[in-house]
C-alpha cells in the first residue's frame, strides 16, 4: 500500500486541490491500494492559534477571523462538490465550525487557552479539509473515505507535541486497513490521548502521521 501526504500548500487553493486530486486518482489507478495523509489548508493552522490567542482578551475580536475562516472552507466546498450533496457536506461543515466556537467562545469566557484546548482548536483544520477532499473525490468517481486519524493514533506526552505509542497504534492502523481496499483519506497532525482527548503531534505533525501509517503497514 502506498502513502501520500500532502501539505498545506499542496492545498492552498481550488486549483492545486483539483491537481491533488489527479494525483491521487492517478496513483490508486497505477498502484491499487493507497491511504492519502492531509494538512489542513494553507494557513488555517496559524488562523486556528491566532484566533484561539485571540479569544483570551475576552472580547469578540475573534469572531469575525472565526466567519472569514468557516467562509473560506465553504467556498471550497461550493466550487469542488456539485449540487448533488453539496448542501449535506456544507451542513457538516457548519456543524464544525459550530463546535470549534463552542470551544473558542469558552476560552473567550475564562481568558485562557491551555495546551489541551488549542490542540483541541487546532484539530479542525485537519478534520475539515480531509473530509471536504475526500467528499469531492467520491464525486469524482474515487472509492474513497474520510479516516479520522485520532481512531488509528495514540500518542502520550504532552500536549502540542504528542509521542505516538507505537504498539496500540501499529495494532490499531493493522486493523483498520485489514481487507480494506478504499482510498482512505486521513487526517494529518491529530491524534487522540490515551485518555481519549485530542492530541496534535507538534508542527509538521502530518509527515508523523503518514510515517506512522507507513511503518504500521510495513510491519503487517
Not at 103 to 132: F, K, Q
Not at 142 to 160: E, K, P, Q, W
Not at 196 to 213: K, M, V
Amino acid at each position: 500500500m502506498k502513502v501520500l501526504k500532502f501539505g498545506g500548500s499542496s492545498v492552498g487553493n481550488v486549483e492545486r486541490i483539483r491537481e491533488v486530486m489527479d494525483i491521487i486518482a492517478a496513483s490508486k489507478e497505477k498502484n491499487g491500494r493507497i491511504a492519502v495523509v492531509f494538512s489542513a489548508f494553507m494557513g488555517v493552522t496559524d488562523s486556528l492559534i491566532t484566533i484561539g490567542t485571540t479569544a483570551t482578551t475576552g472580547g469578540i475580536g475573534y469572531v469575525k477571523a472565526l466567519e472569514e475562516l468557516r467562509e473560506r472552507h465553504l467556498q471550497v466546498v461550493n466550487e469542488l462538490i456539485g449540487v448533488k450533496g453539496r448542501s449535506r457536506v456544507m451542513a457538516r461543515v457548519m456543524v464544525e465550525f459550530r463546535g470549534l466556537a463552542d470551544i473558542v467562545h469558552g476560552v473567550s469566557l475564562t481568558g485562557e487557552v491551555t495546551a489541551r484546548c488549542m490542540d483541541s482548536i487546532m484539530s479542525y483544520g485537519e478534520r475539515l479539509s480531509a473530509y471536504i477532499i475526500c467528499e469531492a473525490l467520491i464525486q469524482r468517481g474515487v472509492d474513497a473515505r474520510f479516516t479520522d486519524s485520532r481512531s488509528l493514533i495514540i500518542a502520550n506526552g504532552s500536549y502540542g507535541a504528542g509521542l505516538v505509542d507505537f504498539e496500540v497504534t501499529n495494532r490499531n492502523i493493522r486493523e483498520h486497513f485489514l481487507g480494506n481496499g478504499q482510498v482512505n483519506i486521513i487526517t494529518g497532525f491529530i491524534a487522540s490521548a490515551p485518555n481519549g482527548e485530542t492530541i496534535t503531534l507538534g508542527r509538521g505533525g502530518s509527515d508523523y502521521t503518514a510515517s506512522s501509517i507507513g511503518a504500521a503497514r510495513e510491519v503487517s
